[in-house]
């Protein structure tokens, strides 16, 4: 919304419509044609808003917003006093030739040459300021009320364009500058507002008439993260000291259990476990072991690729990946085919060696059972649990492509992957098959090795897949064993106790819990009396538990092997 056109400052001024003499007669008290009024309907909605002023020493003034300055004092002339009074509202109405005369007098055409004779028209004539061409704001002394500025008001449903819409110009943009920057400020104010509002209602944020115990608790709010973990860290490390040294450390009255109590509490707090799953797997530790081990399930598992050796050899792959900018060394005196990667500017899954069959992202937990398998050349062997086929192509290098390997997977479309690592890696001794392996010692049996990585609760493997935190209950641990000990028995079954060269079974999980491993092995011991366990040929490991909890397993289960990734990582 723009100043009046009569309120621009460039050049002579725009003829003022016939209405706009008719207001002016109307206040000083002239006679005129009421039907003077209606010749610009559309002129007539533009009208400016006037208040009242109180009276200031016989001058007119007109509030106008924005206005900076005020009109010349309007002198008057005549006998006829200039404002409203009762004795003017009783004077009798002139002629109408009175009225024509006027009219023509102050005709549009004849704005520039106004001149006016005659006594009673000398009475009746008004000074420049009411035309509005040299300032900004005109002030009416003869309405009553408090001198106040009010802005211009045009009417919303304006049929002519070209009138509602003023032009900018040099001496009006400041004020409408002005004007779009206050009604931002209160805008802003507004949303300001309505923001502590909804702050005060929720209790998310608090003003100055909160309280002292608001302001801390918004305080504490907004600096929760960092001091809380802080805070945790260095209470599960004053816990795991006392539990430690528990008889010198421990506070009085306070007992063990209350301070592991409180340890598992933090740790879930801290690390983001359940408490179900942190208890279980605090208590396969001493205290500070099982700090360690939680610390290393947060650190990822490093990068480890296994050499095809019937493509080619370790030396040779990694020269060639040397060259393509891959940092590596070979994982450990251990292993012969494995190589640890640290860097790499390529991608390794899709580097020429790769793609040729040269060698297979795999952890290097998982080259263990495989080597505790061991097998020979020309023997029959079944994996119960083969995909992705990391195992099974590892088999067929061992053997040299001799033999067979069944490959079995319960699961059709991660036999997909198994079938495309089998062709890329070169294994041509392997069959694929989809059965339940629970089903395989009447489908297939006679085999004189079985290999079975059997699905567990990933407990062991927490760095690869987080969710693991929060996903397992005691329901897993309940389902998971059971099933394990099936598969175990069937792996029992389906082998040949008569081989020349084998007869062996070998059982894996990636997890650590004792449900999945020990007391599912001790099972399969008692169902299966013809069975003995015997050395791994692994040169290191933990040995497994003989008792657990207030378990005890058959002395034999030492011999079984763990791997724990805060200490073989």
């Known amino acids: 919304m723009g100043v009046g056109r009569r309120m621009q400052k460039q050049g002579p001024p725009e003829p003022l419509s016939e209405e706009h003499f008719a207001n002016l007669k109307r206040k000083k008290g002239i006679p005129f044609d009421e039907t003077t009024t209606e010749v610009d309907t559309r002129r007539s909605k533009k009208q400016k808003i006037v208040k009242k ?30 404002h409203r009074s009762k004795e003017s509202k009783k004077a009798k109405e002139p002629s109408p030739d009175h009225d024509e005369e006027m009219d023509d007098e102050f005709g549009a055409s004849d704005l520039e040459d106004l001149d006016i004779d005659g006594d009673e028209m000398d009475v009746q004539k008004l000074g420049d300021d009411f035309l509005g061409t040299d300032d900004d704001s005109v002030y009416d002394s003869d309405q009553d009320g408090v001198a106040k500025k009010e802005a211009f008001v045009f009417s919303d449903d304006e049929d002519d364009e070209e009138d509602r819409e003023e032009k900018l110009t040099a001496a009006n943009i400041e004020g409408l500058s002005r004007k779009l920057d206050m009604q931002r400020e209160k805008e802003a104010e507004e949303n300001e507002a309505e923001l502590r509002d909804e702050a005060l209602q929720t209790n998310i944020a608090g003003g100055d008439d909160l309280g002292d115990d608001d302001d801390q608790l918004q305080t504490k709010t907004k600096t929760l993260l960092a001091p809380d973990l802080q805070m945790l860290r260095t209470r599960i490390t004053d816990a795991i000291r006392v539990l430690d040294d528990f008889a010198d450390s421990a ?88 190589l640890q ?15 040729a069959g040269h060698y297979i992202l795999q952890a290097a937990s998982s080259f263990l059972p495989v080597m505790a398998l061991c097998p020979q050349e020309g023997e029959r062997v079944l994996d119960m649990a083969s995909a992705p086929g990391g195992k099974t192509t590892h088999m067929a290098a061992l053997m040299k492509n001799t033999g067979v390997i069944f490959a079995n997977d319960p699961s059709k479309q991660r036999a997909k992957g198994l079938i495309g690592n089998i062709h890329r890696l070169g294994a041509r001794n392997v069959i694929v098959c989809n059965y339940d392996a629970r089903e395989f010692p009447r489908v297939m049996g006679g085999f004189d090795r079985v290999l079975l990585d059997a699905p567990c609760s990933g407990t062991g493997v927490i760095a690869k897949d987080p969710s693991v935190k929060t996903n397992r209950d005691e329901k897993d641990f309940l389902q998971l064993p059971h099933l394990q000990k099936q598969l175990l028995l069937a792996a029992i079954d389906s082998v040949d106790h008569a081989s020349k060269t084998g007869g ?66």
């Open 341 to 355: 990667v640290f860097d790499s500017n390529v991608p390794l899954g899709a580097t020429p060696e790769y793609l």
């Open 251 to 338: 506070e009085e009255g306070k007992s063990r259990a209350e301070y592991t109590s409180q340890l598992i509490k933090d740790i879930c707090a801290y690390y983001g476990y359940n408490e179900f799953l942190a208890e279980k797997l605090f208590n396969l530790f001493p205290p500070r072991e099982a700090f360690a081990f939680f610390e290393a399930n947060e650190s990822a598992r490093p990068i480890v690729i296994r050499t095809n050796t019937l493509r080619t050899h370790r030396r040779d792959l990694a020269q060639a990946l040397i060259n393509r900018g891959v940092t590596l060394e070979p994982v450990g005196k251990w292993s012969k085919v494995g």
């Open 53 to 82: 002023q109180p009276k200031t020493s016989g001058s007119n003034t007109v509030a106008v917003k924005g206005a900076k300055k005020e009109v010349k004092e309007v002198k008057k002339t005549g006998t006829k006093p200039a």
């Open 504 to 569: 062996y079974v070998v059982y894996s999980t990636c997890s650590v819990a004792v449900e999945e491993n020990e007391q599912v092995v001790a099972y399969a011991l008692s169902r299966r009396p013809n069975v003995k366990l015997v050395e791994t040929g692994l040169a290191f490991g933990k040995e497994g538990f003989t008792s657990f909890m207030g378990k005890s397993f058959h002395p034999s289960l030492k011999l079984t092997r763990r791997y724990y990734p805060h200490l073989y990582n």
